[in-house]
Antibody
């Protein structure tokens, strides 16, 4: 059974960089697309971007200038960096898997709340 | 950007009744449409992909239909565990720009 687990600081200072890691267990990180998705308190879902295990990426145009997603296949992990954060970036951040050739998400992490505040 | 619009925002239904949720895309997404269920404090759960294919382990009481710009998610007989928020998601473009609807809250009447 594939499991995804997000980890990282729950509190980030405004203007700093948010950094999260997703660890994949129960399966290989190879041959899938791996995404970050966020959900602001009481609001809907926003796709942030994805990375293929080979390292190719694609980002939401609205966040592209601030987002970097990377992968470490040796650790079965992928990571998110979001720079210059503001209170508007406060959200539950999820990592999720999509099958090759599709972009719907069949496995999700439990999510981690990141609050941007001084 | 493809905008996904779900209606209604909230639907109140009695247990045992049938319910239909709608999702409209601002331009055609073919059949590249997924539905998710989200309960409080949980991650979304995939219900339907390809507009009408149930994900692994999803019971037949959930059915999806539609193509192009108009999609529906239908529940044949609602049970207490079905009351949740439901989101549609398109994944049509290449390279994909994935977008979600704003959600429909299905609540007990």
């Amino acid at each position: 059974q594939v499991q995804l687990q997000e980890s990282g600081p729950g509190l980030v200072t405004p203007s700093e960089t948010l950094s999260l890691t997703c660890t994949v267990s129960g399966g290989s990180i190879s041959s899938y697309f791996w995404s970050w998705i966020r959900q602001s308190p009481g609001k809907g879902l926003e796709w942030i971007g994805y990375i293929y295990y080979s390292g190719s990426t694609n980002y939401n145009p609205s966040l592209k200038s601030r987002v970097t997603i990377s992968v470490d296949t040796s650790k079965n992990q992928f990571s998110l960096k979001l720079s210059s954060v503001t209170a508007a970036d406060t959200a539950v951040y999820y990592c999720a898997r999509a099958l090759l050739g599709t972009h719907y998400f069949d496995y999700w992490g439990q999510g981690t709340l990141v609050t941007v505040s001084s | 950007e493809i905008v996904m619009t779900q209606s209604p925002a909230t639907l109140s239904v009695s247990p045992g009744e049938r319910a239909t949720l709608s999702c409209r895309a601002s331009q055609s997404v073919s059949s590249n449409l997924a539905w998710y269920q989200q309960k409080p404090g949980q991650a979304p759960r995939l219900l339907i992909y390809g507009a009408s294919t149930r994900a692994t382990g999803i019971p037949a009481k959930f059915s999806g239909s539609g193509s192009g710009t108009e999609f529906t998610l239908t529940f044949s007989s609602l049970q207490s565990e079905d009351f949740a928020v439901y989101y549609c998601q398109q994944y049509n473009n290449w390279p994909p720009e994935i977008t979600f609807g704003q959600g429909t809250r299905l609540e007990i009447k």
